[in-house]
């Protein structure tokens, strides 16, 4: 039974462990560490799985220990498992889920030759429909990145990059959801300008993001299905509505905007990533 070791109860550890869950894993095989009692309480009322206030005794034994702190916490967070990573040999393999926290930045802390692999996950793994890219360290091998992987894919997609990606990864699914609250919110207010309802332009606004990310994920899916431009060209009909709205778009520079903007997010990912 693979057992696995969960750092941190909060929102991503718990995204996590529902996930893993929901895939059929025995909650006793999953121990979570977090400093605050009511919390561990909550999970195991529940989840049913094991917890402790004790970061060491999640990690004693465990295939796969993920780190699921505040980025500033990570440091803290590998120094409290470190004598007991060394204790388990070469066996455990240490994931972060901590943004801008590098492989080197992990190895450097942990016992010499532990395999790390770096997450950079994104919110709607909160939902199970998350974009996941992981990149393994230096003695990170193929099977120990793909295990990860496959256990992670119960929280949505999950791709292996190479860890030199993963600041363009940031800036397209990172930080990505972002941008579509972003441009849904302005739908909201372009609507209400039209004369709308804001109760009726917001209700409009998300279920037709919804929809929209409905088709394009079926063109990603082994039924296949339509790619973006594809969806986007069959639903602007010559001289139409449509084709109206795209044309301003283009000529107010949403293109050039998506850009610079994710050319911005990698540059500042690239700067945090030098903090370490
Ligand atoms: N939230 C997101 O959508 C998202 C998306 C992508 C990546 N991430 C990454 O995921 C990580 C976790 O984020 P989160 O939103 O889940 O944060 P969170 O909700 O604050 O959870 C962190 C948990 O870790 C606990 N903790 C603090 N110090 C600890 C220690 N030394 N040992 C064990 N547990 C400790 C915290 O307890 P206390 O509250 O009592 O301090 C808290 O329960 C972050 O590094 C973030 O970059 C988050």
Not at 26 to 43: C, G, H, M, N, Y
Not at 51 to 69: L, W
């Amino acid at each position: 039974m693979t057992r696995i070791g969960i750092i941190g109860g909060g929102n991503i550890g718990e995204a996590l462990l529902s996930g893993i869950l929901g895939d059929g894993a025995d909650p006793k095989s999953i121990i979570v560490a977090d400093p605050t009692t009511e919390r561990l309480e909550q999970l195991k009322d529940q989840y049913g799985v094991v917890t402790t206030e004790d970061s060491a005794e999640a990690a004693d034994g465990s295939d796969f220990v993920f780190i699921a702190v505040k980025p500033d916490i990570v440091p803290i967070a590998l120094q409290d498992i470190t004598d007991t990573v060394d204790l388990n040999g070469d066996e455990t393999v240490v994931v972060s889920l901590a943004a801008g926290v590098t492989n080197k930045a992990m190895e450097s802390v942990l016992p010499a030759g532990t395999p790390v692999v770096r997450v950079m996950p994104n919110t709607p793994m909160l939902v199970g429909k998350g974009a996941s890219a992981l990149a393994g360290g230096r003695f990170a091998e193929k099977n120990h990145v793909e295990a990860v992987q496959d256990l992670m894919s119960a929280t949505g997609t999950v791709v292996i990059v190479k860890e030199k990606d993963i600041d363009a990864v940031t800036a397209i699914s990172g930080s990505g959801p972002a941008y579509y609250f972003m441009v849904t919110e302005a739908m909201i207010d372009a609507g209400v300008n039209l004369g709308l309802p804001r109760v009726l332009a917001e209700q409009l606004a998300v279920a037709t993001a919804e929809g929209a990310a409905t088709m394009m994920a079926k063109g990603q899916s082994e039924d296949g299905g339509d790619d973006p431009v594809t969806l986007r060209t069959k639903v602007s009909s010559p001289g139409g509505t449509t084709s109206a709205a795209t044309r301003t778009l283009d000529e107010e520079g949403l293109r050039t905007a998506f850009y610079r903007a994710m050319q911005a997010c990698k540059d500042r990912s690239i700067e945090l990533g030098k903090s370490d």
